[in-house]
């Protein structure tokens, strides 16, 4: 399993664009990119999932560079609300194959 | 769609005593789920796979005859903490893929928090 490295922690106010990158390095031909955000006591949330070049939903975008090397987690004007962890995994497809968590970046989100 | 229920979300047992907790795809179907436990301030670390109709999959240094896990039908897995100890005490999440997609997108259950005395 492709091995992730992420932000221990950022910081940001209300209304801004938040970015956070992740890198895998060693991430595999059939490996998707998928984050979740997960709040204090609760189960993570599937937020979005790609495999190159951009996607995005109602709530994000996802820019992965063409080497797949990094991808990027974009949330346009974040609130209050968007304070959680956000996981970036690294898997391939295929409903049984597990993920395994890195460690996580903290979002912060002030007034 | 692709809801996981977890019961009960939280509980509080005396050492020594065991501890079941469900896990339930209520609008699919899950031959695969994952278990998660996850300490304080920690991310969350994949305890075993469970496997419907078979033996479920433990991850290195998870104790299988103290984390019972077992499958019984493609909506239920159930884990069961035996003899439960203080160090137990943690918060356990349950997910499965779903069903709809073949690129392996886990929903996840609300979690259950054990609190061991």
């Known amino acids: 399993l492709a091995k992730t490295t992420q932000p221990i922690s950022m910081d940001s106010y209300e209304g801004q664009e938040v970015n956070i990158t992740c890198s895998h390095n060693?991430?595999?031909?059939?490996?998707?990119i998928t984050w979740y955000q997960q709040f204090p006591s609760q189960g993570p949330r599937f937020i979005i999932q790609?495999?190159?070049t951009k996607v995005t939903n109602e709530v994000a975008s996802l820019f992965i560079p063409a080497d797949r090397k990094s991808s990027t987690l974009s949330l346009p004007r974040v609130s209050l609300s968007d304070t959680a962890v956000y996981y970036c995994?690294?898997?391939?497809?295929?409903?049984?194959?597990?993920?395994?968590f890195g460690t996580g970046t903290q979002l912060k989100v002030e007034l | 769609g692709a809801v996981v229920s977890q019961h009960p979300s939280r509980v509080i047992c005396k050492s020594g005593t065991s501890v079941k907790i469900e896990c339930r795809s209520l609008?699919?179907?899950?031959?695969?789920m994952f278990w998660y436990r996850q300490f304080p301030k920690q991310s969350l670390m994949l305890m075993a796979t469970?496997?419907?109709?078979?033996?479920?999959?433990?991850e290195q240094g998870v104790e299988k005859d103290k984390f019972l896990i077992n499958h019984a039908s493609l909506t239920l897995s159930t884990l069961t903490v035996t003899s439960a100890h203080p160090e137990d005490s943690s918060f356990y999440i349950c997910?499965?893929?779903?069903?709809?997609?073949?690129?392996?997108?886990?929903?996840f259950g609300a979690g259950s928090r054990l609190t061991v005395l």
């Open positions: 790609g495999y190159k």
């Open positions: 609008d699919f179907q899950a031959t695969t």
């Open positions: 060693n991430i595999a031909t059939n490996d998707y």
């Open positions: 995994l690294v898997g391939p497809t295929g409903g049984g194959n597990k993920l395994t």
């Open positions: 997910s499965a893929p779903r069903g709809d997609s073949g690129a392996n997108v886990l929903t």
């Open positions: 469970s496997n419907e109709g078979s033996k479920a999959t433990y």
